[in-house]
């Protein structure tokens, strides 16, 4: 799913769905916090999908607002696709592309044999992997890349209690 011209290069396959997420979190790590998180999905016939929601549950960090958003974009697609999956989050990157294959051999333990954090969104980051075929690309955050910035948008509307599910064409 990417617009022609204007979101495709060279690299992307014709069908690929692109995907941008984010997460936000007001006083991370401190009291009272409040998260969300943002997506924009883009077609291969130009349109777009643009998500976003409070982060629900306990506990309400920057980095359970980011898998949210993966979750809530991979689980959005109706059917198995290609996925190119654009994130500024180091912890996503990294997790999806190294860690979660030896926490899973590990019965998600760590490295340390310590409980993986984020287990919980871990495991279902998993079976939407089974599912997709997704190809993660980092992006440095605030950086002018204008999907990524619609997606903090959505991610920080989400924080503030906004839901967003839109419809267009791009």
Known sequence: MVAPNTLTTAETPPNTVRIF???ACTNNGQQNPKAGWGAVLLSASGHRLKLADKLQGEPVTNNRAELTAVIEALSALKQSSSVELTTDSKYVMDGATQWIHNWKRKGWKTASKQPVKNADLWQQIDELLAVHSVEFHWVRGHDGHPENELA???????????????YDNV
């Open 152 to 166: 903090d948008q959505l991610a920080v509307a989400g924080a503030e209690g906004q839901t967003v599910k839109e």
């Open 21 to 23: 997420t984010d997460g």
